[in-house]
């Protein structure tokens, strides 16, 4: 959508669910917004950025989401409603921030943090349910079954927490996030004309709204959980909690968020529906516990839909035990019975087989002879592995990695961390990332791999991060490994971006989420000041790179910083940055079968740009893709790789 | 003239192809147009790995009054339109039917890291055979002609529409493409649209 500030209350217009949370925001009349990009969850910021100026919103990427939380935190401290935003990740990131946060209670502002799951671990590389983290932390829990409904459900947040003076947290998952549909425009607000002020201390020992220490804590305690009660009892009459379907089903389906529209199909498919019924939650922590209670009375069996952790499924069987002996004779089916999996996406198929197992129907899905034939044919279908775009610099530098670690040779390795370079541990990064955990765990890692020399430790040790990573939780290991004399060379992979989930801007750019210019915090000087040794390349000059390498790994004493300078393509190509060479493989020299590389350069090397030509044998550019990097002409051992240089 | 009404309730288009062909721009297009025409859309696209080679395919279904989720059924797509050929094919695996209608670019994306690729004629005779009718629109060829590979997209979005298969038209595209191209790339994509138009009622 070109504008999410588009004043046409009533206007059907088609939104990502992304979108719709930060159209929901603009409508909720929100000052302050803060985030840490993070797909699913990524577009939600930008959105809001892109007409911050216009709607007088403070919108900004914080260095983390624990800071992006305190950051709304502040503005809900000085009266205004705040807003942040980050994936399942960000939450653990949060969640020091958020359990102290619930303890003090929030501002007179409203707030509230969206963050987006990812089921099946689409665009992560773990995969967790956060919804569990609104139960250790003490957050009432709201679940967006759909784009629209995720924008009237942010808005009715506000007003929730406001009234119970807690941070609430409204879920989405990837199919929410990223399914556009239609989402009807409401009101905007008129102008702001709150001032911001931190109220002034009226009682010490008060769990009044002016204090926000979260000490000490018999005060406050007992209050946070009278205000979790308050929220159930808001929960029971919420209009997001729906129950369609027969006075008395023969089968109570409950289910929530995504899941919600699977089960409508399911049961549409198989025209079940005078015999299911469907009670969608929209407030799932706390649970309406009332309302369910009624629904339990109008069945014997329950099955539960939802994604990922049996959540609601468990909150569901504790009030089932509290109320024995009446919902004794309850059969329920869920991911506890084996009918579904706690782990990985739910699909309205996954819903069909489990409800023709529970109700014995019959379902086909299509011609079974179809289906045959179907499966014999795409046999030939291959697998088709992500990799890094042509171009990308980070190819370059895994290639300096894998170079010199070889010709180190003492079985040195690279601790990897999260971005694009997260492809480093499978064939994209030639295999050279052998460690993977959360952001900046490659650098606390290393650090730690750094300082076991008095236990014979002699490989040499790697670690890598991009520059957004860097700032986000890389900068504490950092200082750690300098500061415990741990002897390991971390590499910052600088491209300029945060590549991975679209180009947000971060503080070594040099701009502003709603694009102004801001100072540059500079790599380089932050590492220097650290005491770290630093150097820096560009990657693309391989032998330099490599060498520099070599001659960090051979230091036996301290931190090194290796900064790998080079702007990623994508951006190149946004910026209109000319191609540097135009390449050409020259048939003559490339031996193919006689030259003993066994195809290095599409085996091995594997850049999009470069295909095996099947008649000849022979390496060749496709044009389509090859940017003009140059870089494959200093990985072809028999030089058959041209570059010319662009007029 | 297009078709005044979707043949079937919900109806399920499904865009395949390889990251950075384009397929997220075309799904928002068809799913704009269609929005515009009062019918319910949710579309479903792959991101993270969209820009990086891997498989992508994007669900549009759509019906006359009622928001569905935005994946197909297994076995339920009414249209494909592919991309690419083996993207096609796989697509066709998991949701095809006998009577799926398909438009396919036959110029293949190569996989890399030494994944070899099928033999083209075999891929395009599967496809054939598991289709009630399929249509070959060489998009990536005409748009190399044309100075710039990523108008197939543009070019196949023409072909789709020209297919007859959607209730809408090209008055119906014209507006969308005018807010999303503007000033000289207009004129391009407009060319490129017509040529996947002419190119469908030639297939």
């Known amino acids: 959508m070109s504008d999410i500030a588009m004043d046409k209350p009533g206007a059907s217009v088609l939104l990502m669910g992304n979108e719709a949370v930060a159209r929901g925001v603009l409508e909720a009349g929100v000052s302050v917004a803060a985030g840490y990009p993070g797909s699913p969850s990524s577009e939600v910021l930008p959105a809001i950025a892109s007409v911050a100026k216009k709607m007088n919103i403070h919108a900004e990427w914080s260095t983390n989401e624990k800071v992006a939380t305190e950051v709304a935190g502040g503005a809900s401290f000085a009266g205004l409603r705040s807003f942040a935003v980050m994936k399942q990740n960000g939450a653990n990131v949060a969640a020091d921030f958020i359990v102290n946060l619930n303890m003090t209670g929030i501002g007179e502002g409203g707030m509230v943090i969206f963050i987006s799951d990812d089921p099946g671990g689409m665009t992560s590389n773990n995969e967790e349910d956060s919804r569990t983290a609104a139960k250790w932390l003490d957050n009432p829990l709201m679940e967006a079954s759909s784009a629209h409904e995720a924008k009237e459900m942010i808005k009715w947040a506000y007003e929730v927490s406001e009234a119970v003076n807690l941070m609430v947290y409204v879920r989405g998952v990837t199919r929410i996030s990223y399914t556009k549909s239609n989402v009807t425009l409401g009101e905007l607000p008129k102008a702001k004309e709150k001032k911001a002020y931190f109220p002034e201390v009226w009682d010490m020992y008060s769990p009044k709204k002016s204090k926000f220490t979260s000490g000490p804590f018999p005060i406050f305690h007992k209050p946070l959980h009278e205000k979790l009660d308050k929220a159930r009892e808001i929960f029971e009459t919420s209009e997001f909690n729906k129950y369609w379907g027969p006075e008395k089903p023969e089968l109570l389906l409950i289910t929530c968020g995504a899941c919600t529209s699977y089960c409508v199909e399911a049961v549409q498919q198989l025209a079940a529906d005078k015999k299911v019924g469907i009670l969608k939650l929209g407030t799932t922590w706390p649970l309406p516990e009332k309302l369910v209670a009624k629904h339990l009375k109008t069945t014997k069996q329950v099955f539960f839909v939802e994604e990922m952790d049996p959540f609601v499924e468990r909150s569901v069987m504790e009030l089932a035990a509290a109320n024995l002996p009446e919902t004794c004779e309850l059969t329920f089916f869920g991911a506890r019975s084996g009918h579904l999996t706690p782990f990985n996406e739910m699909s309205t198929n996954l819903v069909i ?56 040779g003492r079985n040195g390795f690279l601790c990897g961390d999260i971005g694009c370079y997260s492809m480093g541990f499978a064939g994209p990064g030639f295999f050279q990332s052998r460690t993977m955990h959360a952001m900046g765990s490659g650098a606390g890692v290393a650090s730690g791999l750094g300082n076991l020399v008095q236990f014979g430790f002699d490989q040499p040790v790697l670690a890598m991060c991009g520059d957004s990573t860097f700032f986000h939780a890389v900068m504490p290991a950092l200082v750690n490994g300098v500061y415990n004399k741990s002897n390991f060379t971390l590499l910052v992979v600088d491209n300029s971006a945060t590549a991975m989930t679209g180009f947000q801007p971060h503080p070594g750019t040099g701009k502003l989420a709603n694009g102004d210019t801001a100072p540059t915090v500079d790599i380089e000087a932050v590492c220097k000041a650290a005491g770290a040794t630093v150097e820096v390349c560009d990657p693309f000059d391989l032998r330099n790179a490599t060498q520099i390498l070599l001659r960090m790994m051979k230091t036996e004493i301290g931190t090194n910083v290796v900064i790998m300078k080079h702007m990623c393509q994508l951006v190149m190509t946004r910026e209109k940055i000319p191609n540097q060479y135009k390449m050409r493989v020259d048939p003559d020299k490339c031996l193919s079968d006689e030259c003993g590389c066994n195809n290095l350069c599409t085996r091995l090397f594997g850049c999009p740009g470069l295909m095996l030509d099947k008649e000849t044998n022979k390496a060749r550019i496709d044009e389509a893709l090859c940017v003009g990097c140059g870089l494959c002409t200093d990985v072809c051992p028999a030089g058959a790789i041209i570059r010319e240089e662009v007029k | 003239m297009a078709i005044q009404a979707l043949t079937k309730e919900p109806f399920n288009m499904v865009i395949a192809g390889v990251g950075g062909q384009g397929n997220v721009l075309l799904s928002a297009f068809v799913g704009n147009a269609l929005l515009n025409k009062g019918y319910m859309i949710s579309v479903a696209d792959t991101f993270g790995v969209s820009q990086r080679g891997g498989s992508v395919a994007s669900h549009i279904k759509i019906s006359k009054d009622t928001l569905y989720s935005s994946v197909t059924l297994n076995g339920q797509a009414d249209v494909l339109l592919g991309m690419e050929p083996v993207e096609t094919l796989r697509v066709l695996g998991e949701f095809g039917n006998p009577e799926v209608i398909t438009i396919v670019n036959p110029r293949p994306v190569y996989p890399t890291g030494g994944v070899s690729y099928p033999d083209l004629e075999k891929v395009k005779e599967a496809i054939e055979q598991l289709s009630a009718k399929t249509s070959y629109v060489n998009a990536t060829e005409v748009a190399l002609s044309m100075g710039n590979p990523i108008l197939a997209n543009i070019i196949l979005l023409g072909a789709l529409v020209g297919a007859n298969l959607l209730p809408i038209n090209k008055d119906d595209m014209m507006p969308i493409l005018e807010e999303r191209f503007p000033g000289k790339i207009l004129e391009t994509n407009i060319q490129a649209f017509e040529k996947g138009m002419a190119m469908i009622a030639e297939a």
Not at chain 1, 361 to 385: F, G, H, I, N
Not at chain 1, 387 to 406: D, E, I, Q, Y
């Open chain 1, 353 to 408: 087989d489990a409800l023709t197992d529970i109700l014995n129907l019959e379902y086909q899905e299509r011609d079974p002879e179809y289906s045959k034939t179907a499966q014999e044919l795409v046999q030939v279908v291959p697998a088709r592995p992500i990799n890094m775009c042509p171009g990308c610099p980070h190819r370059a530098t895994f290639w300096a990695v894998k170079t010199a670690l070889k010709l180190d």
